[in-house]
């Protein structure tokens, strides 16, 4: 699938009424072997920046768990493993901060750090697309984990 192919079919999801995690997560699932009722799963509670307290983007956390499944460590004791993933992991946070601006996600949607965070979903509308940038967050954490699929994201964390 080409970057722009899982691009639509991330943007697809999301406004389909999956979350920003879902949408990221689930576009790449496949490649790691994962069934999509499993994907779904995991990455469930991510969305609206964990469990909507509006903290690390969905995205984010999308791309930091699809890491975590390429070249996330397995022995508990392998340091250059978890050194590794790690590196990963910033320079994907360090990317999407540099294209969006922050990968907090009440930053991203401007709203004040005092804001209630309510568990319950805003309704997917016209207005709720107009308003909010979660779908270009989306779009654009799809195309930088692309970039590291084929190795064009450099280690360049801050």
Do not use: W
Request: charged share 25%.
């Amino acid at each position: 699938m080409t970057t722009e192919q899982r691009v639509a079919r991330a943007r697809d999801l999301f406004i389909a009424g999956y979350n920003c995690s879902q949408a990221v997560f689930l576009t790449f699932a496949d490649d790691y072997g994962l069934s999509d009722e499993m994907a779904l799963r995991l990455s469930a509670s991510f969305g609206g920046g964990v469990g909507r307290l509006r903290e690390i983007c969905g995205t984010c956390s999308a791309m930091a768990m699809l890491e975590g499944l390429h070249s996330g460590a397995t022995v508990a004791a392998d340091a250059e493993g978890k050194q590794a993933n790690y590196r990963n992991v910033q320079a994907l946070m360090t990317e999407f901060k540099r294209q969006n601006g922050s990968y907090i996600c009440r930053e991203l949607l401007q709203l004040r750090r005092d804001a209630p965070t309510p568990p319950t979903p805003d309704p997917r509308t016209a207005e709720y697309y107009k308003q909010r940038p979660c779908l270009l967050m989306v779009e654009s954490a799809v195309r930088i984990y692309c970039k590291r699929l084929q190795g064009e994201l450099g280690n360049n964390v801050e």
